[in-house]
Nanobody
């Protein structure tokens, strides 16, 4: 079974840092784009950052300069380093990945992990 397992969420003070990890596993030949989304209460889920298998990255304007997405292709793991956190970053963060089986690319989601930025 293909599964995305997240870790690293929690409570952090404003200005602090947090590192999220998402380990993808399963009978998939390769993972392509991997990404982090977030959803705050009452708001739409939004793309935070994405990274292609080549290493090319994209970020939401609200997190540019503060967040860094990276991946370890050998471990099929994607990370989100979050610095200079503010209360506006409080949300449930979801890992997302595209994986190819034999002839099709499918999209997978993690379970979500809560990030709370508060003093």
């Amino acid at each position: 079974q293909v599964q995305l397992v997240e870790s690293g969420g929690g409570l952090v003070q404003p200005g602090g840092s947090l590192r999220l990890s998402c380990a993808a596993s399963g009978n998939i030949f390769s993972f392509y784009t991997m990404a982090w989304y977030r959803q705050a209460p009452g708001k739409q889920r939004e793309l935070v950052a994405s990274i292609r298998s080549s290493g090319s990255t994209n970020y939401a304007d609200s997190v540019k300069g503060r967040f860094t997405i990276s991946r370890d292709n050998a471990q099929n793991t994607v990370y989100l380093q979050m610095n200079m956190l503010t209360p506006e970053d409080t949300a449930v963060y979801y890992c997302n990945a595209d994986g190819r089986s034999i002839g099709a690319i499918r999209n997978y989601w993690g379970q979500g992990t809560q990030v709370t930025v508060s003093s």
